[in-house]
T-cell receptor
Framework: EADIYQTPRYLVIGTGKKITLECSQT?????MYWYQQDPGMELHLIHY???????EKGDLSSESTVSRIRTEHFPLTLESARPSHTSQYLC??????????????FGSGTQLSVL | RKEVEQDPGPFNVPEGATVAFNCTYS??????FFWYRQDCRKEPKLLMS???SGNEDGRFTAQLNRASQYISLLIRDSKLSDSATYLC?????????????FGRGTSLIVHP
């Protein structure tokens, strides 16, 4: 089983609120990712990180930010939530950088609803 | 054009049937290929990697065709528990970053 945890599991919040989705892993993985997934649709990469103090933008990053101060922690922040942000957010980590056959481990996800 | 394309299905098959899924990718420089399984409202989990020579894991067989840029997954003797969405994942290499790109997934329903 993967040792990667996301909180909260479900979140209902009003428009304009600032929110932070938490993601932690205890496997010592360098690479971490945030994906957004709507029902029946593909995962879209929001942000990723190669390691501490490294963050990169994915396809849907313009409305969110991430930080990587510690290896095990990769929080995602929405400065001002909007109804269009309603979705499932999945955090993942993978094996050390440079190995092509990296296996992704996913957290259980955060289901966000913005009213 | 999407980078990774899959027939969304659903594929509705009886127990014991053999079913095959295909996936095409657009980036010829793609390096690594995988199939993930995602149950309803759950996170994706790795089913198997896909190697150039093809590989098998029990009832599951994966094939890669680099010339035509597609990968396939064959499931033999389908079980009820195989019902899930199967995600094709391609790991590209833009500057060595190995970013995984997911297909939309193919839904499989195995019925008694």
């Amino acid at each position: 089983e993967a040792d990667i945890y996301q909180t909260p599991r479900y979140l209902v919040i009003g428009t304009g609120k600032k929110i932070t989705l938490e993601c932690s892993q205890t496997m010592g993985h360098d690479k971490m990712y945030w994906y957004q997934q709507d029902p029946g649709m593909e995962l879209h990469l929001i942000h990723y990180s190669y390691g501490v103090n490294s963050t990169e933008k994915g396809d849907l990053s313009s409305e969110s930010t991430v930080s990587r101060i510690r290896t095990e922690h990769f929080p995602l922040t929405l400065e001002s939530a909007r109804p269009s942000h309603t979705s499932q957010y999945l955090c993942a980590s993978s094996d050390p950088v440079g190995q092509g056959d990296e296996k992704l481990f996913f957290g259980s996800g955060t289901q966000l609803s913005v009213l | 054009r999407k980078e990774v394309e899959q027939d969304p299905g659903p594929f509705n098959v009886p127990e014991g049937a053999t079913v095959a899924f295909n996936c095409t990718y657009s980036n010829s420089a793609s390096q690594s290929f995988f199939w993930y399984r995602q149950d309803c409202r759950k996170e994706p989990k790795l089913l198997m990697s896909v190697y150039s020579s093809g590989n098998e894991d029990g009832r599951f067989t994966a094939q890669l065709n680099r010339a035509s840029q597609y990968i396939s997954l064959l499931i033999r003797d389908s079980k009820l528990s195989d019902s899930a969405t199967y995600l094709c994942v391609v790991r590209e290499d833009p500057g060595g970053s190995y970013i995984p790109t997911f297909g939309r997934g193919t839904s499989l329903i195995v019925h008694p």
